[in-house]
C-alpha cells in the first residue's frame, strides 16, 4: 500500500533519513522502533508529506505522492505532541476537522466516548493537559475511519487506563495498515506484526514478529530486540 | 480553503492582542479628532498612526501568529489539504482580521469625521498595508524557522520600511543633490510601500506645500489617473510577490 | 474787518462761478443726434463741457482727449478698437471718462496700446467703465492725483506677451485706484515709480503673472483688496515705507508663486492680511524694518519665506494656523524679532496663565531647512525620520538658527 523506496532527508549536517526503503501493506501492524532521533517521525512525516525528502520516491496506492494531498484522505494520524489552537475549544477542533474531512460515512466515535472527551466538549485548548490533548489527537486520528492510521508515539504522555483505552481501539482495527512509532516496547507486545528498526537514518532491520522471535528464542518483544541488538 | 480561513478570523478575533490592538485604534482616532482644533490636523495625526502603528502591529502579530500556529498548520498539513490552500487560508484569515480591525478602529472614526476623498484614501492606504505587512511577515516567517530570530527579523523589516528605507533616500538625496533626480525619487518611492501610501495621502492633505517645484513634480506624477493607478498597482505588487514567493516555500517546507 | 474780506471774496470769485455754469454746456453724442461719432462730439465740446454718449457701437479709432470734458457713456456706449488702435487716450488735465465699454484693443508691446492711456494727466478720473480684451487695460504715463474707480477690467490672452498690464501706472503721484477688478491680464496691476498713492478695495484674480506687482514706488497704502488665484500672486520690490492693511492674499499656487513677494522693501507696515493656501504666503528677500502685526496665516505650503537678507523684521501678534511649515530660511536670522504670535504647532504649556507660553516656540523645522536646501527632500515630508529628525533638532537645536524664536508664543488665537 505504501512503498517507500531510497528515501533520504538531511537536516542541516544531520543525516535523519539514509537511503530508506521499505514496503507497507494493508492488514499490517507496523512498529517503527529506535533510539530517539534516529528518524522514525522523519519517516512518518515523509509519508503524510510533511516532510520533503531529498531523494527517493514515495508512493500510496501506487501513485507518487509529491505534490498530491488527496491520498491523505485514507490516513488518519496522531502526532507526537497535537497542538491546537489554543482558543478553539475542543468541540470547535473536532467540528473543525470534520469539516474539513467532509467525510459522508458513518463517524468512529468510539474513542470519544470511552476517552470521555465528549463531556469537556467546550473546554479550550489552552487549559487541557499533555494527556487529554493526547486523547484528541488519537479521537482525532481515527475518527474518519481511514484505510491506514499512522500513530507516532500514542501512548506517551497518556495514564495507563488511556493507554489500555487505545491499544484495545488498535487491536480492534486490524486489518487496516497501522504505523506506529515507539520507543517504549513492551506496549507493542500484542499488536504488532512487524518490527521496523532504525538508527541513525538507517533502516536497520525490517522483520516479521514471528521471525523476529523465532530467530532469537525469546517470546517478549522487549528481550527479542535487546537480543538483536547485542549481535 | 472557506472553511481554514473561518477557523482562522475565529480564532484570531478572539485573541486579546487583537482587541487591544482595535480599542487603540479607535481611542487614538477619536482623541485625534476631538482633540485637535481642525479635522485635517486629526487627519495629520492619524496618518502617523496608519505609517508606524499599523505597519509594525501587522508584521508582529502576524509572524507571531504563524509561530505560534506552527502545529497547528501541522494538524492541517497532514490532512487532506492543499498545502497552498493552507497559506493562502491563512494569509487571507490574518489580512481579513487585520483589516477588519483596522477598518473598525480608524476606518469608522475616519468615515465619521472626515467622510471624504482624503479619508476615503487613508482607509483604503491603511488597509493595503496591513495586508501588505501580513505577507511580509509571512514571507520572514516561512523563511526562518527559529520563531525568536523570526520576530526579530520582522522587526528589523519593519524599521527599515519604516525609518532606515527613509535615511537611505535622505542620504541619496544629499549625495546626489546637483543631479536631477526628482524622477528616480518616484522609482525609489516605490520600493518602500510606506512612503508610497504617505505620498499617495499626502497629495491629497498637503496641497499647498506640494505645489513648490519639486513638489509640482510629484504631484503631476501622483496626482494624475496614471500615478495613482501606478501607486495602486504597485502597493498591490507588495502583497502578491511576498505572498506568491512564501506560498512556494512553504509547499516544499519541511514540517 | 473779516466780514469785508469775505464780501470781497465773494465779489471775486461768484463772476467765474457764473461764467463757468453759463459757458458749460452738454453735447449729446448719438445715432438721433448731431454728433453722430464720438470724436464730432468731442471736437465740438469746449473744455468744461460735457460729452453724453448714448448707447451704440462707437469705431472711433483713437479717440484723443485735448480739452478737460466730462466724457460720459448712457448704458455703456462701445468704443471698439477693432483690436488695431489704442482706444481712448487722454492727454489733458481734469477729464472724466465714465460709463463705457472699451473692447478689443490693438495689442503692440512697442506702443503699448492700451484700453485708455492717460498721458501726464492732472486730476482725471476713470470710472464705470468696462474694459475687456484690451492689450493694456488703463494706463497712467505721468500722473497727479488721478482716479480710477469702479471698472472692471478683463482681458483674454493665455500668454505673457500677448496681455498687458490692467491697471499700469508710471511716474505718478496722489493715485487713488478703488474699486476695481481686474482678471486675465499680465500684472492685474502695475506701479512703477508712482508716490504717495491709495490703492482700496480692488480684487485683482486669475491675471497671468502677478495680481499686484510694484517698483520704485513709495509712500503707498493697500487697503482691502482681494489678491487671489494669480500665476504667481503679488511681488512689491524696491520701495519704502508702503502700508498694506487689511488685503486678502489668496490661493496663488505655482512653484514660483508667492502670497506676496517682498523684495528690497524697508519701513513696510502690514496688518490684518489674510494670507490662506498659497505655496509660500510672504517671501522676502533683503527687507528691513517690516512691522507686521494681526495677519492671519492659514493653510499656506509656507507661511513666511524669510532669506539672510532681512533685517528689522518684526513679527507680532500674528496667527499661524495650518501651515505646513510656518518659517522657512536659509539663514540664521538674528536680527529679526518674533513675539506675541499663535503657532498652532506650539507644543508649549503655560504654568503662571498668563495666556503666553513658558516656553519659546521655534517656527523652522529641521525638515524645512533641509527641503531648502535639497528640495527634492520633499518626498520625504511627514515620514517618520524626518519626524524624528524635528522632535531631537526641537531638543536639540543644531541645524536650525539658534535665536530665531517666539520668546512668548501666545496659548491662543491673537484676535
Not at chain 1, 499488536?191 to 537514518?201: E, K
Not at chain 3, 493665455?158 to 496681455?163: I, L, N, T
Request: charged fraction near 20%; hydrophobic fraction near 45%; charge should be positive.
Amino acid at each position: 500500500m505504501i512503498i517507500a523506496s531510497n528515501i533520504t532527508k538531511q537536516f542541516g549536517k544531520l543525516k535523519a533519513l539514509d537511503n530508506v526503503s521499505t514496503t507497507c501493506n494493508e492488514g499490517e501492524c507496523i512498529a517503527l522502533i529506535g533510539p530517539n532521533g534516529c528518524g522514525k517521525t522523519t519517516l512518518i512525516k515523509s509519508i503524510l508529506g510533511m516532510v520533503v525528502p531529498d531523494s527517493g520516491v514515495i508512493t500510496f496506492r501506487g501513485k507518487d505522492i509529491k505534490n498530491q494531498w488527496e491520498y491523505r484522505d485514507e490516513i488518519g494520524y496522531m502526532p507526537q505532541i497535537g497542538r491546537y489552537p489554543d482558543n478553539m475549544t475542543i468541540g470547535q477542533v473536532l467540528d473543525m476537522i470534520k469539516n474539513i474531512r467532509n467525510k459522508k460515512t458513518a463517524l468512529d466515535e468510539d474513542l470519544i466516548e470511552s476517552f470521555s472527551l465528549h463531556n469537556i466538549l467546550d473546554k479550550r485548548m489552552k487549559t487541557l493537559s499533555g494527556g487529554t490533548r493526547q486523547k484528541v489527537s488519537a479521537a482525532l486520528a481515527f475518527l474518519f475511519n481511514p484505510a491506514v492510521l499512522i500513530l507516532d508515539e500514542p501512548t506517551a504522555g497518556l495514564d495507563p487506563m488511556a493507554s489500555e483505552i487505545l491499544k484495545e481501539k488498535i487491536i480492534k482495527e486490524k486489518g487496516k495498515l497501522i504505523l506506529i512509532t515507539s520507543h517504549i516496547l513492551s506496549e507493542l507486545d500484542d499488536v504488532v506484526t512487524r518490527i521496523i528498526y532504525m538508527q541513525d537514518g538507517i533502516l536497520l532491520f525490517n522483520k516479521s514478529i514471528e521471525d523476529l522471535k523465532q530467530d532469537t528464542g525469546e517470546v517478549k518483544l522487549a528481550k527479542a530486540i535487546a537480543q538483536v541488538m547485542k549481535i | 480553503m472557506k472553511k481554514i480561513i473561518k477557523f482562522v478570523i475565529t480564532d484570531i478575533l478572539r485573541n486579546r492582542t487583537m482587541m487591544v490592538y482595535t480599542l487603540f485604534l479607535l481611542a487614538s482616532s477619536f482623541s485625534v479628532f476631538s482633540l485637535e482644533d481642525s479635522n485635517s490636523k486629526g487627519l495629520l495625526s492619524l496618518l502617523n498612526i496608519i505609517l508606524i502603528v499599523v505597519p509594525l502591529v501587522s508584521i508582529v502579530f502576524s509572524s507571531i501568529y504563524v509561530y505560534n500556529s506552527a502545529e497547528f498548520i501541522e494538524l492541517l498539513v497532514s490532512q487532506p489539504l492543499k498545502r497552498k490552500s493552507i497559506w493562502l487560508s491563512i494569509f487571507g484569515g490574518l489580512a481579513a482580521s487585520l483589516s477588519i480591525a483596522f477598518f473598525i478602529g480608524a476606518g469608522i472614526p475616519v468615515l465619521i469625521y472626515q467622510a471624504n476623498m482624503i479619508g476615503l484614501t487613508m482607509i483604503l492606504v491603511g488597509i493595503m498595508l496591513s495586508i501588505i505587512f501580513v505577507a511580509i511577515a509571512m514571507l520572514a516567517a516561512v523563511k526562518t524557522s527559529d520563531k525568536a530570530k523570526g520576530i526579530g527579523a520582522v522587526i528589523m523589516l519593519w524599521l527599515y520600511f519604516s525609518l532606515l528605507f527613509d535615511g537611505l533616500v535622505l542620504f541619496l538625496l544629499f549625495q546626489f543633490a546637483d543631479y536631477p533626480i526628482e524622477k528616480p525619487m518616484i522609482g525609489i518611492s516605490a520600493l518602500n510601500p510606506i512612503d508610497l501610501s504617505r505620498i499617495m495621502i499626502l497629495l491629497q492633505l498637503d496641497i499647498s506645500a506640494m505645489m513648490g517645484y519639486t513638489g509640482a513634480i510629484f504631484k503631476d506624477f501622483f496626482g494624475t489617473y496614471t500615478g495613482i493607478s501606478f501607486s495602486i498597482i504597485v502597493l498591490l505588487l507588495w502583497i502578491v510577490l511576498p505572498v506568491w514567493y512564501s506560498t512556494h516555500k512553504f509547499n516544499t517546507k519541511d514540517l | 474787518m473779516g466780514g469785508y474780506a469775505k464780501v470781497k471774496f465773494l465779489l471775486f470769485v461768484i463772476p467765474f462761478l457764473i461764467y463757468y455754469s453759463a459757458q458749460a454746456k452738454t453735447i449729446h453724442v448719438g445715432a438721433k443726434w448731431e454728433y453722430k461719432s464720438v470724436t464730432a462730439g468731442i471736437q465740438a465740446a469746449k473744455s468744461g463741457d460735457t460729452v453724453l454718449v448714448d448707447a451704440g457701437h462707437y469705431k472711433e479709432k483713437n479717440l484723443i482727449i485735448r480739452k478737460s470734458i466730462v466724457l460720459k457713456g448712457l448704458n455703456y456706449p462701445v468704443l471698439d478698437g477693432e483690436k488695431r488702435y489704442q482706444i481712448v487716450s487722454v492727454m489733458a488735465k481734469g477729464v472724466v471718462v465714465d460709463g463705457f465699454k472699451i473692447t478689443h484693443s490693438g495689442i503692440s508691446s512697442l506702443e503699448d496700446l492700451s484700453g485708455i492711456k492717460i498721458y501726464d494727466g492732472h486730476n482725471v478720473v476713470i470710472k464705470n467703465n468696462i474694459l475687456e480684451d484690451t492689450f493694456f487695460g488703463i494706463f497712467i504715463e505721468k500722473g497727479d492725483n488721478c482716479t480710477i474707480e469702479n471698472n472692471r477690467i478683463t482681458a483674454f490672452n493665455k500668454a505673457e506677451q500677448q496681455s498687458g498690464n490692467g491697471i499700469h501706472c508710471w511716474q505718478a503721484k496722489g493715485m487713488r485706484i478703488m474699486g476695481n477688478t481686474i482678471t486675465g491680464h499680465r500684472d492685474g496691476i502695475y506701479f512703477e515709480f508712482v508716490n504717495k498713492s491709495f490703492i482700496k478695495g480692488n480684487t485683482s484674480t486669475n491675471n497671468i503673472r502677478y495680481g499686484l506687482h510694484f517698483m520704485f514706488s513709495n509712500d503707498d497704502t493697500y487697503l482691502s483688496n482681494v489678491f487671489s488665484n494669480n500665476g504667481s500672486g503679488v511681488s512689491v520690490m524696491f520701495s519704502n515705507r508702503i502700508r498694506m492693511l487689511y488685503n486678502s492674499f489668496l490661493e496663488n499656487w505655482g512653484d514660483a508663486a508667492y502670497g506676496i513677494l517682498l523684495k528690497e522693501i524697508s519701513d513696510g507696515y502690514m496688518e490684518g492680511n489674510r494670507f490662506t493656501k498659497n505655496t509660500s504666503a510672504i517671501y522676502m528677500e533683503g527687507a528691513n524694518r517690516i512691522h507686521m502685526k494681526k495677519n492671519t496665516f492659514q493653510n499656506n505650503g509656507w507661511a513666511l519665506k524669510i532669506q539672510a537678507s532681512c533685517m528689522g523684521v518684526v513679527l507680532e501678534r500674528n496667527n499661524f494656523i495650518g501651515n505646513t511649515f510656518d518659517v522657512g530660511t536659509n539663514g540664521s536670522l538674528v536680527l529679526n524679532t518674533f513675539k506675541n504670535n499663535y503657532w498652532d504647532k506650539y507644543e508649549g504649556y503655560d504654568l503662571n496663565k498668563d495666556r503666553i507660553g513658558d516656553i519659546p516656540y521655534r517656527p523652522v523645522s529641521m525638515f524645512s531647512m533641509i527641503v531648502e536646501k535639497y528640495p527634492t527632500a520633499m518626498i520625504l515630508f511627514r515620514s517618520f525620520i524626518t519626524t524624528l529628525l524635528d522632535k531631537t533638532e526641537k531638543i536639540l537645536p543644531s541645524l536650525t538658527p539658534e535665536n530665531l524664536k517666539d520668546n512668548a508664543p501666545l496659548m491662543k488665537k491673537a484676535f
